[in-house]
């Protein structure tokens, strides 16, 4: 899939975007049968929220969890301002 073999830092232009006036991350992400599917993180107030495909399972290769792991760093970053 594409950005697997990118470094997390060089995939944060690939994360970032914004809804309702607030940051948000999304991942591409699969389920268990294969289709695509997205996870988002953002921040409410100054906690850390993932939201996840509804009713599925999320499938992460390696590069989607180094999104991951990005996202969720700089969104507890960002929670603790």
Known sequence: MA???R???DLR???HGSALGRQVWRINCGDVVNRERCLTVL???NRVVLVGPPGETAVLTTG???QLR???REA???AER
Do not use: F, H
Request: glycine share 14%; charged share 30%; net charge negative.
């Open 13 to 15: 232009g690939d994360l």
């Open 3 to 5: 950005g697997e073999d």
């Open 70 to 72: 990005t996202a969720l």
């Open 64 to 66: 989607q969890l180094g």
């Open 43 to 45: 921040v409410e107030r």
């Open 7 to 9: 470094s997390p830092a």
């Open 76 to 78: 507890a970053e960002q």
